[in-house]
């Protein structure tokens, strides 16, 4: 083959690579897949070599080779329903729902050796911690521990929604399926807290096994079984990309009837980050006076007016074409650095108090220590802060922006003061945190928004700064509580990202206005963002 001919083919293979987005393996992808033995696959098990899955129309259990997909051997299962299926380093267990019984089954004979009760009135999942049995209870919504001696209920936690399914135990945590969101969670056996979700590979997610590295899930409509990447190096996936074009207007009245002397008008530059990027170039209208930094770092489009007399307005207009994508973040506690680790540049920065915080207020100081208590993992103390604040504050719009300490007295708050709380409770533990400010798609995506929304970042080390959104977590189920950690929907723009007051900004977000005038004067600003589809 000639040099020119080798060249044409480099050249076409780089042109139809660069036309291919390129996307990042993250956990829950599917490494393999290969198709169930049978078409009502429910149970599946690992056994340190094989899988194990059972399936309820066949009342069979197969053996199987997890390189290949192969059955090499099967069993009858004991019961007429079986739904769950683990493994106890040498026998199988297997939870049969026509009779709501647990059978420990000899692998090598296929012989029923034990049968215990299930606590449970609809039992799915089955998993072994080393010790005892956990069944998923899916009319309880309750995931029960339980003696392997007579079924004796131990303890129970919630599961993550009201569907749990699939059941299984990595050595430190628990993971279950939920067969109407189509999620598979990580969540802790303690206290049944979620910590990390993925979406199922198949629409109706049932049995789960761990093999010492990987997750592997069983979906009952496609009648396949999937090996699932967990503890990837890449700490967060964005998928569900949404066009828009937002015209962010600040409009300034005057009423009079003084005259307003000066007026300076900021608006908040938006900037490419992971749950954003800014397509083309923003565009003013009119051309503002300057561009501006504050000491956060913050960019702001600096608008100077004078001599505004009564009955006179000016606006201040930013257009903005950007992609918008749902950003989920995989955080493992156990790979969370130590607040030591923490680089001095972010501490100073992030931990130092504020009008609004008050982080050495008493009450404060004390609310920290009793909400943390002797954790010292970053992750566990942002979790602990999290249950803290959403416990004692409830969400209302009472007008103005309090201190945290009035907020958590008062036990009410907006978003904004559910975010000055909670950072001021981080800062008092020694976690640093800070907020951004949005403007947000509301419902359609040829909307308007006026309410806007703020919530925290956290700094962790190894994973970097993390969102939480402290009031979104008033959610009575696990699962939504979590969803307000290391997640944002495609639908925030992200226009301020700051630690606390700003020359320019102050304690507002997305924008703001100061002036100064002569004689008596009514002022009314109003922002508002205007959202349609690029496409």
């Given amino acids: 083959m000639s040099k020119n001919l080798i060249l044409v083919f480099a050249v076409a293979g780089w042109i139809i690579l ?26 599946l098990a690992f056994d340190g070599k094989y899988l194990w899955n059972c399936d309820r129309k066949t009342d069979m259990i197969y053996k199987i080779n997890p390189e ?47 049968t215990l009760s299930s606590p449970s009135q609809m039992p799915e999942g089955i998993a072994w911690d080393g010790k005892y049995l956990w069944v998923a209870d899916d009319e309880s919504d309750q995931i029960q ?23 299984t135990f990595d050595g430190e945590y628990l993971w279950v399926t939920d067969r109407i969101k189509n ?67 600040n409009q300034f009245r005057n009423y009079g009837p003084g005259v307003v002397n000066d007026l300076d008008v900021y608006l908040a530059i938006p900037e490419n980050l992971n749950n954003q990027e800014i397509v083309g170039q923003i565009e003013y209208f009119p051309q503002p006076a300057d561009f501006l930094t504050d000491k956060w770092g913050q960019k702001v489009a600096h608008y100077k007016y004078q001599n505004l007399e009564a009955t006179k307005f000016v606006s201040a207009v930013m257009k903005i074409k950007t992609k918008l994508y749902k ?31 008050s982080v050495n207020d008493p009450f404060i100081q004390w609310s920290a220590q009793e909400a943390v208590g002797y954790e010292t993992n970053p992750y566990w103390v942002a979790r602990k802060i999290f249950d803290y604040v959403i416990s004692h504050i409830e969400y209302e719009r009472v007008g103005g922006w309090n201190i945290a300490p009035t907020v958590l007295r008062r036990g009410t708050g907006s978003c904004s003061e559910y975010s000055f709380v909670y950072i001021a409770l981080c800062r008092a533990s020694g976690l640093p945190a800070r907020y951004v400010g949005s403007v947000v798609v509301r419902g359609d995506d040829a909307s308007d928004d006026d309410v806007f929304h703020r919530w925290v970042e956290v700094y ?17 189920s696990p699962a939504g509580q979590a969803g307000a950690i290391g997640n944002l929907n495609n639908r925030y723009l992200i226009t301020t990202i700051s630690g606390g007051g700003s020359e320019y900004m102050e304690w507002t977000y997305n924008s703001n206005e100061r002036w100064n005038s002569s004689g008596k004067c009514k002022t009314y600003a109003e922002h508002i963002g205007e959202w349609s589809p690029a496409k």
């Fill in 145 to 167: 521990q339980i003696s392997t001696d007579d079924g004796t209920s131990i303890t129970s936690i919630p599961s993550p929604l009201t569907d749990p399914c699939g059941l």
């Fill in 460 to 476: 962790l080390p190894n994973y970097g700064w993390i969102p939480i959104d402290p009031s979104g977590g008033d959610s009575p």
């Fill in 327 to 357: 950003v989920r973040y995989f955080i493992f506690p156990e790979k969370v650095g130590q607040l030591k680790d923490i680089p001095k540049a972010i501490t100073d920065k992030y931990l130092a108090d504020d009008a609004k915080y």
């Fill in 183 to 249: 999620m598979i969670y990580m969540i802790t056996p303690d206290k049944g807290e979620v910590v990390l979700s993925l979406d199922a590979p198949g629409p109706y997610a049932r049995g789960l096994a761990w093999d010492g590295n990987s997750l592997w899930n069983v979906d009952y409509q496609t009648d396949k079984i999937y090996q699932l990447k967990i503890h990837d190096k890449e700490t967060f996936s964005r998928t569900e990309v949404k066009e828009e074009i937002l015209e962010y207007t």
């Fill in 18 to 43: 660069s036309l291919v987005p390129y996307v990042l393996a993250v956990t829950g992808d599917v490494e393999k897949s290969f198709p169930s033995p049978a078409s009502c696959p429910t149970g």
């Fill in 68 to 114: 290949n997909g192969k059955v090499v051997d099967s069993l009858s299962s004991p019961g007429y329903r079986p739904v769950g299926l683990t493994w106890d380093g040498k026998y199988l267990w297997c939870v049969d729902a026509e009779e709501n019984l647990i059978f420990q089954i000899d692998p090598k004979t296929g012989v029923a050796i034990k």
